[in-house]
Structure formats: C-alpha cells, structure tokens
C-alpha cells in the first residue's frame, strides 16, 4: 500500500484542538443550512407544481407530501452504503468530499428545473444520495481528529458540531421561504443551457451555493485532517461496495423506492436479481480474503445454522448459558471465529429489535416539513407581534414553511432544561429513568403532540375561511414534539452507542438512520389513503404512536443492557 501525504492517525501528543477541525465545522454549518434551507420549502413548492399540472388542491399537497417523505426517506437509507464505501473502500475524506459533489450537483438541478416534477425528481434523487451518502461520515470524521492527549476536548466539539446543525436549520427554515416568496413575486429570471431556457431559482439556487462552500471548506482543511485509510480498502474494499448495494437494492432499496412504479414482472426478478448477485459478489470476496464483519457472520450463522440449534452441537458447559457459544444463531460462528467477532451481529439484532418501533415516531417527527405545514398554510399567519425598529419594520406576518423554525430554536432550550431539572425530577420523584424508559415517555409523548395537533385542526376545519384559528396554536404541538425529540432521538443514540461492541458501532448507527427511512415511508403509505381528512390523519398517527409506545415499553421490560464500555 502506498504510503499517505497526509496524516493517517492523530498526534497523541498533540493537547490542543485539531487544526482540520474549524473546516468541518464550517462545513457542517454550511451544508445544513442548505439542506433545511431546501427542505422548508418542498412541500408548498410540489404543491403548486402539481396543482400547475391541473391537480385539485387537496390533492396536489398529498402527492406532495408523499415525495418529500420519500426524499427524506432516501436520505436516512443512503447512510447504509455511505458508512460501508468510507470504512471499507474510499475513507471517511474521499467519500464525503465525492458525494459532495453529487449534492451540489442535485442543488444545481433544483435551482434550474425547479419548476418540473421530471427536475425535482431528479434533484431530490441526487440529494438524497449525496447527503445520505455523507450523513455516516462526517461526526465520525471529527472524532478521527482526536488523540490521546486532546480526547477530553472532544465532547465540547461535538456541542459545537450539534449548535451548529441548529443554528443552520434556524436560519434556513426563517430565510429560504421568505426569499422564494419575494422572488415570486418580483422576479422572474431564466438561463439559455445548449439552446433551452430554463428559470431559475434562488431559494433553491442559495442552498446550492452553501453546499458548494460547504465542499470548497472542506477541501481546504485535506493537508490538515488526519485522513484515517479505509480497511480493507482497495480491490477488497471495492468488492465489499459492490456486493453491499446490490443487497442493500434487493432488501431495502427496491422495495421501499420502486415498488409502487415498477411493474411487478420487472420488480420481483430485479429484486430476486439483485439479492443473488449480491451474495455472488460477497462470495468472491470471502474467496479473495475471508471477512469477519457482519455480513459474513450472518452468512456463515446462516449457512451453519444446523450446527448451532439444539441437537447440532453440544452445549458448551464451559461458558455461560447466554454466551453467544450457546446461541441457537451464532453459536457455529462463534466457533469459527470468535466469541467477540459472533457477540457483534448478535448485539445488532438484539438492538435493531428495539429500533424498529422507533420508525413509528420518526414517521410523526419529520411531519413537520409536511402535514403540519399542511395545516399552517389554513391557518391565520398573522402573529400580531409586528415591531419597527429605524428603517426596518415587520407586520408579524409568517409564511407556513416559516414556522417549523421553532423547532430548532426549542431543542437548545430544552436539552439543558431536561438536563438538569426535568430528568433528575422524574429520578427522584416518580421512576429510575433507563434510556428505554426515557424513550418510551417520549413516544407517548409525540402521540400526545399529534393529538393536539389533530384538535387544532378540528378546530381549523370548523372555522373554515371565516374564522380562522391563529397559527400561534402551533407553538403548543411544536414544543410537545420537540420534548419527545429530546427523549427519544439523543438518547436512541446513546443508547445505541453503548449497546453495540466497538466493531459494530457503524453498523448499528446505519440501522438508527434507517429507522427514519422507514418511518418516512409509513408516512408515505399512509397519505396514498383515499379523502381521508387531515384532521383524521393526525389522529391516526397519534393512535399509531400510542400503540408503538406500548409495545416499546413492554419490549423494554425485558431487554438486558450491555456494558462494552471495557472491550
């Protein structure tokens, strides 16, 4: 292997902050503004373009929020093949610093084809790809900057890393809608590209140029990152690419993307198709150099499982009854390889078991880029807190894309309130809080939030045109879901963090990402429903959160935590 210009592991005597490390900050800042700045306005931008295309109003914002919902499902599914093509093939640089220019290049096809469902299609697409690509990279880039004698900085880093994605969502979500109002009603430009015009955008060209700055900050910090080298890289790393996507298309991209457009004499042996492939590919590669990441644990426990269930082998006396030695799965593979490399998949699973309910609340959460946008839009927008200050003045107008701003300004207020006052509260004086408690108490409590929202809306519907219910009420479901972020997404992730072996944690955080994929898709199912009112919507999801959270609690009840803090 050739030697790296650069550095490929920290200084260990280095006791000050990372040299590379204001670039990705500076990068992150940057690349969330765009994308919330873009997200903020999807939904009432397809509306129109759908009912442009002579869709009734009700209509057009249903189709609408099944494509943002499967956009940003695609998002949270392309960290499964992002994390495998920085660990295994390209490194965490090369991978986010490529898939960045794939996210610019969606940005630009948003900004010029913004005004065709085909353009948006197409943007989305590359976005979805580009970000999602990136999503499992760059926290992990930041921590690779750290050694031994700067370690205790890197909580502070990450505060500043999670301050940041905040205070970009903030501006974004205040700043994008009210320039793509403006523009619409002021300006009208276009662009001549090989002989077709095309009209451009700049609520959707401005994003595009924070993510080119956001790629041009992070090129800038190469010579001072430390660059850690993918393993196995090179002609392995690319086979193990490889042989994932085709399995991650066959078992999760097909299914959740083209099911519903492609027909099904074409579905089924493309999927069959790329399931087959990928487990040929992966077969190759194990033939190349035997693996002993979590496919091939799976494959091997799969391909042996007769040696592991009862009667196939001897129970090993010698071990704990609940040694992975003794599972009914893993135990041939805990033979073949080792008991720490077999514990790995068992761990995922046993978490993952967990998660999937937790896709029910990401289905409630991001919501508010959609339905509850849905609902601003009939709502009165007038705040009645306009001011003048010298020259500038404000009539306390807010645009429905505006409000979901509250969110992020929420979450800063909320995680040192729960912190230090809510959390200890509830230790002491109702009941010792495990992270699956916390997170249960945060599910019934984003049902609790759709089922203020779905009174709000009965009391929109009733009031009609004439009477319009003041959007100030949103502020109430709003900070309810937010609480129930709190519980429930910071501390999933600790949670899923401290469940997993030191080898599988990348693993483990792509399956976590991929629960909001799922959730998003529910949310997309669920629309297609036929006059269904959006009052009844949001109680349905309150009921569905209910129910989750029910089962999550009672799922809890009978978890076992691991500690691998001494691995």
């Known amino acids: 292997m050739a030697k790296s210009k650069y550095l490929t592991a920290p200084d260990p005597q280095e006791t000050s902050w990372p040299k590379g490390v204001k670039y990705i900050i500076g990068n992150e800042g940057c690349e969330r503004f765009s994308f919330y700045g873009m997200k903020s306005v999807l939904q009432v931008h397809i509306t129109a373009l759908f009912v442009a295309a002579a869709m009734a109003e009700t209509a057009a914002e249903e189709h609408a929020q099944e494509m943002v919902h499967l956009f940003v499902a695609g998002v949270y599914a392309f960290p499964m093949i992002g994390a495998i093509v920085a660990d295994r093939w390209l490194g965490k640089y090369h991978t986010i610093l490529t898939l960045s220019l794939v996210y610019c290049l969606g940005h630009f096809v948003l900004s010029i084809a913004e005004n065709t469902l085909t353009g948006m299609w197409i943007g989305l697409g590359l976005i979805a790809v580009g970000s999602g690509g990136i999503k499992p990279c760059v926290s992990a880039h930041v921590g690779d900057q750290f050694g031994k004698s700067n370690w205790h900085l890197v909580d502070k880093v990450f505060q500043a890393f999670y301050f940041i994605i905040n205070f970009g969502s903030f501006f974004a979500t205040l700043a994008i809608p009210a320039i793509r109002a403006w523009e619409h009603e002021h300006l009208d430009w276009s662009i001549n590209i090989a002989g077709h015009e095309f009209q451009t955008s700049i609520a959707f060209g401005l994003p595009g140029v924070l993510m080119f700055i956001a790629t041009i900050l992070f090129w800038m910090g190469r010579k001072v990152f430390v660059h850690v080298p993918a393993n196995p890289g090179g002609k392995l790393g690319f086979m193990d690419t490889l042989s994932s996507s085709f399995l991650f ?319």
Not at 467 to 488: A, F, G, N, R
Not at 503 to 514: A, E, P, Q, V
């Open 249 to 567: 298309m066959g078992f999760i991209g097909l299914p959740m993307f083209f099911f519903e457009i492609m027909p099904a004499l074409a579905f089924w042996p493309t999927l069959v198709g790329c399931i087959v492939v990928g487990g040929i590919l992966f077969a190759v590669r194990q033939k190349m150099q035997q693996d002993d990441g979590f496919l091939a644990v799976m494959f091997y426990s799969l391909l042996h499982l007769g040696q592991s269930q009862k009667g196939g082998s001897k129970v090993d006396t010698s071990v704990d009854q609940d040694s992975v030695r003794n599972h009914w799965f893993f135990a041939a593979a805990a033979k073949k390889f080792d008991d720490i490399t077999a514990e790995g998949p068992r761990a995922v699973l046993r978490i993952v078991t967990v998660f999937i309910l937790i896709s029910v609340f990401w289905a409630l959460f991001d919501q508010h880029a959609s339905s509850w946008i849905r609902q601003a839009q009939r709502m009165d927008l007038n705040t009645g807190l306009g001011f003048t200050i010298g020259s500038f003045s404000w009539n306390g107008d807010v645009l429905p894309s505006q409000v979901s701003a509250l969110n992020p300004l929420m979450v800063m207020t909320l995680i040192p309130l729960n912190l230090f006052l809510i959390y200890p509260a509830i230790d002491k004086y109702i009941i010792k809080l495990t992270p699956l408690r916390k997170m249960t108490i945060g599910m019934f409590v984003a049902s609790l939030a759709f089922a203020v929202v779905a009174w709000i809306q009965m009391r929109v519907d009733a009031g009609g045109n004439t009477d319009k219910v003041s959007v100030l009420w949103q502020i109430l479901p709003y900070l309810i879901m937010t609480q129930s972020e709190v519980m429930v997404s910071i501390t999933g992730l600790e949670f899923a963090y401290t469940q997993a072996p030191a080898r599988m944690k990348s693993t483990i955080m792509g399956f976590w990402l991929l629960t909001v994929a799922l959730g998003n898709k529910l949310v997309a199912i669920i629309t297609k429903i036929p006059d269904m009112p959006l009052a009844n919507f949001f109680w349905l999801f309150a009921g569905l959160m209910a129910v989750a959270a029910a089962i999550f609690g009672v799922r809890g009840l009978f978890y076992t935590y691991k500690d691998y803090s001494q691995e």
